[in-house]
């Protein structure tokens, strides 16, 4: 009976101090995240590569392109754990963990090979280059329809009036210069139009050559 309260106060103090480290841990986190964030933003935000006069290269930086051999080891690996557990003998549930981990590991690693693959150019008259899934593509601003920015994922999209269109993240270097060249090659109305259709980001459209809506 004695031993009972010595008990439940070591148990007392041993969840204070997993509750600390838990704390800990989520701070380091927060940090080490927030640190890696301002990171790759400082990056992106790094002067796009000039390729001649009024050429812009427009690429994921350096720095990004780590992400792409991580990620990509990262589902090989995953991938590789699930086709062992495909073939794990007497045991159904192991299997169809393998099974639904396959395709969406093995898709999210293509994806994410394929994406850090994109290398654009624009100038005055358009822009073009590789994209991630459909070869090379090039579009006039002339021709150019509709500009949008889409939020989730955060891409600037490109549309023509012939039905093609290219997508440009945000965190590609040479975002900003594109917005630039926008600004001041497309057609007003269609300018216009991208600026209202997206509130949130209006400092960066309308800031680009200060046009308005």
Known sequence: ???????RAGEGGDARCFRSMNW?????????????????????????EMLEDGVVSVRYPREMRWFQVFGTVFCAVVVGLAVWLLLAPDKPRDRM????????????????????????????????????????????????????????PQWLVLRDRYGETIRVSLYMSGWAAVLRILAESVDPAVWRDAVRRAPSHERDLGGADGRGP
């Open 1 to 7: 009976r004695r031993g009972a309260p010595t008990t």
């Open 24 to 48: 800990l841990n989520t701070a380091i986190s927060t940090l080490l995240s927030a640190g890696l964030m301002a990171w790759l933003i400082r990056a992106t935000r790094r002067a796009p």
């Open 97 to 152: 963990i393998g099974a639904v981990a396959l395709p969406i590991m093995g898709a999210l690693g293509f994806v994410t090979w394929r994406e850090f693959q994109v290398f654009l150019v624009a100038d005055r008259e358009g822009i073009r280059g590789t994209t991630a899934f459909r070869g090379h593509r090039s579009m006039r601003w002339d021709d150019l329809t509709e500009v949008r920015l889409s939020p989730i």
